[in-house]
């Protein structure tokens, strides 16, 4: 399936597209093998400390943006009464 297509079907931008298309393809590739089939469902958070939980202070020094820097991402994907795929990003420090 190529990013245009799934642009088309689910009402993102292109280049979203292509970005998720790449990660379920990186996420799909395991030691096991094999491609997940069937329904899967698929979703991705941040994993890190909560912004609310700093003092003001600390908060206005660290936090920018949407707040996502040193934390990491995890990703999965699972088949409806089936496999499971989670991959999971390093924390990264962004200066």
């Known amino acids: 399936m190529s990013s245009w297509e799934i642009h088309r079907?689910?009402?993102?931008?292109?280049?979203t597209a292509w970005?998720?298309?790449?990660?379920i393809r990186l996420a799909m590739q395991s030691r096991r093998g094999g491609k997940l089939g069937g329904?899967?469902?698929v979703d991705?958070?941040?994993?890190?400390?909560?912004?609310?939980?700093m003092h003001k202070n600390k908060r206005a020094e660290k936090i920018h943006g949407t707040g996502g820097a040193d934390k990491a991402i995890v990703f999965g994907m699972v088949e409806r009464d089936g496999k499971v795929r989670v991959a999971c990003s390093p924390i990264s420090s962004q200066s």
């Open 19 to 23: 970005f998720m298309l790449h990660r």
């Open 39 to 41: 329904e899967v469902e």
């Open 44 to 53: 991705e958070t941040f994993i890190g400390g909560k912004s609310r939980n």
């Open 9 to 15: 079907a689910i009402g993102v931008t292109q280049k």
